[in-house]
């Protein structure tokens, strides 16, 4: 005789079945000492530091192009690529390409995934080498001091620092972390390269709307001047303090 029996199984973790697909274009040279390029995603933007991503895969090397799919949980991401140099670390001043929003080339684009089954397609990356830069401890900081009333339905701020003025990307900017709305004053730091940041600005964030480099309220001046102040980051440990911005809100 034979007897049959029916039980339940566990088959184990369930694979993530949602998530984000397109092309990465890659632009200029492969840098030789190349270790590894990877997609990774952020739930906030702007990312500080590698605990804020969600690292994917290592990509293929060498080409124009590359498809990808980044399984994810259902949620709203932002999406970037890092370059690694060999015998070093990831750094969040590695990010050589973002996902932007369509024809604005300084909005990070939001993408959402709304169910375990769906695939968002067609989200293209552009990267571009000439912003591959190894990891470094260099940084700018200061404090912001702001001089009257906040505009209303400010949610936060940070600093961006751009490396060319006027800048031509977002990847031209590195960032703060985000900060408090409403407040005197806040201390800030920016992990930035060695490079010359030919402008530092302070940029507010308006309740459900986009980033936006039209939110600027502030910006780095030359003392007793209307010039704008540059900042030299000579070398992988420069930790060049004291750069202090003064922010006047409309009627001061």
Sequence with gaps: MVMLISCEMDHGIEPIRSGISGTIHYYGDWPQNTAEVRIVAATKFPPTDLNDLII????????????????????EYYLGLVWRERNAAWGIQSIF??????GNPFSPG???????KTIITGKDITADFAYAKRATTSSISGTVKFNGSWPQNVENF?????????????LDFAFSSLLPANVDS????ISAAPDTYRAIGVVIK??????ALDNIVGIL??????????????TDTSQIAGVNINVYFSGQ
């Design 110 to 116: 939001l993408i959402a995934i709304p169910d375990q």
């Design 186 to 189: 806040a201390n800030f730091s």
């Design 206 to 211: 308006i309740i459900d709307k986009p980033w």
């Design 158 to 170: 940070m600093v961006i620092a751009s490396t060319q003025f006027p800048p031509q990307s977002l």
């Design 56 to 75: 994917g895969d290592i990509l293929a090397t060498g080409g124009d192009s590359a498809a990808y799919t980044f399984y994810l949980d259902p949620g």
């Design 221 to 234: 001046l030359k003392p007793g001047s209307f010039e704008l102040q540059e900042i030299v980051v000579p």
């Design 97 to 102: 390409g973002i996902y932007l929003e369509q």
